[in-house]
């Protein structure tokens, strides 16, 4: 193997590795997000079942201290009554001991002894209503209760809000994150291809450096006669222009720092001109997968994407192509018309869009076709599920 196909297939090995690295890490932070949302559902069920047992405790010494009923059923209220006191208590310790939020443990700590008052309170007015004195029992529970039940019920709600602003904290960090991993992974992946186009221009210059070389030497030593060499053959018709890649470069910075979708349309119209595109379209996959839309695109009008209509999932197109197979697609065009690409955007959850570009000259093997690529990746993490009409009418007029 030459010195030149060991440096390209070095440069291909160390992308495939970064890349693999990357898709690694984004499924990690994928499962860390499903964890959160996991946990986070778990603390406000038990923080409603806190509160159920509170309420359940209320209408338990309400009932044993309504006038009128016999002892046996009294006795039942007030054995519901300490079950429930019980209840809350361990909750709230459970509570505390399991949360990863100092803020919310503080409301846990202050919640505690409030339940540990209305606890009291309640062994309080069962010996009261026992013997016979409803009415201070019903005191007991009623006034002197109500500060303490107004109070526990406010920690509990304000541990609540500590708890979801934790969860959403973390959240963010790591979609934070995951927008930083992957704009590394394209920035170097821009850095590989930079280099692999500067050894081959250089490979260029030496061959042709050599040849020169060998004529100048035929003609100070001339030998017998050389056979008739054939014309060289004539440029590839098919050959693509060389990307602006110093713009790829710039538009993946511009990408991830993107803040919102009306930032897209212009970043749409740079990745048209950088791809040398005459069109671009961004299709989204609705209908649970079936059916494809386009929902923002540069270079059409608003009645050619209306014509455009929907595409099948599995229709016999580029683009359904790209969506079902998660891979790559070209429409290799004529000599002097228009070709297609077809890249998925895929995430987590599966290939849910394509970026379609129709460009003059497409073919396999094509630089334009591995910036497309990159773009794609970058757009995966930025671009929401649904884009209004009035995105798709900006992205036309620029």
Not at 213 to 233: F, I, L, M, R, Y
Not at 306 to 319: I, S
Request: with cysteine.
């Amino acid at each position: 193997m030459s010195e030149r196909a060991r440096s390209s297939t070095g440069l291909i090995v160390t992308f495939v590795l970064i890349a693999l690295i990357g898709i690694g890490g984004n499924y990690a932070l994928d499962k860390f997000r499903r964890d959160g949302r996991t946990a986070a559902a778990a603390v406000n069920n038990d923080l409603r079942a806190a509160e159920q047992s509170l309420a359940d405790l209320g209408a338990a010494e309400a009932s044993y201290i309504a006038a009128g009923q016999n002892a046996e059923a009294a006795n039942t209220w007030m054995n519901a009554a300490t079950s429930l006191a019980v209840q809350l208590d361990t909750a709230i310790a459970n509570l505390n001991a399991a949360s990863t939020s100092a803020d919310a443990r503080a409301h846990y700590e202050a919640a505690a002894p409030l339940a540990q008052t209305l606890n009291a309170n309640d062994r309080k007015a069962h010996g009261m209503a026992a013997s016979g004195q409803t009415l201070v029992a019903a005191d007991v529970v009623l006034i002197e209760g109500a500060g303490t039940v107004k109070q526990l019920k406010a920690e509990l709600a304000a541990a609540r809000d500590a708890e979801m602003a934790g969860f959403e904290k973390k959240a963010a960090q790591l979609g934070w994150i995951g927008l930083g991993e992957n704009a590394a992974i394209m920035f170097i992946g821009l850095l590989l291809l930079i280099a692999a186009a500067k050894r081959s221009v250089a490979a260029s210059v030496e061959t042709s450096g050599v040849s020169t070389n060998s004529q100048d030497v035929a003609q100070a030593n001339p030998g017998p006669a050389a056979p008739a060499v054939s014309a060289p053959p004539a440029a590839d018709p098919w050959s693509a222009p060389v990307p602006d890649l110093a713009g790829a470069a710039d538009l993946c910075v511009d990408l991830g720092s993107v803040q919102d979708g009306s930032q897209l349309a212009a970043l749409m119209s740079r990745a048209a001109t950088v791809l040398e595109a005459k069109g671009l379209v961004l299709w989204v996959s609705e209908s649970g997968g079936g059916v494809l839309r386009p929902t923002i695109a540069h270079g059409y009008s608003e009645k050619v994407l209306q014509r455009m209509g929907t595409l099948a999932a599995d229709g016999d197109n580029v683009t359904s192509l790209a969506f079902r197979t998660r891979q790559p697609q070209v429409v290799r065009g004529s000599i002097d018309g228009q070709g297609a690409i077809a890249v998925p955007l895929v995430s987590g959850s599966g290939c849910v869009r394509v970026l379609a570009a129709e460009v003059q000259g497409a073919k396999p093997g094509d630089a334009r076709f591995a910036i497309a690529r990159i773009i794609a990746a970058q757009l995966s993490t930025l671009v929401a599920p649904s884009l209004s009409a009035e995105a798709v009418k900006t992205a036309d007029r620029m």
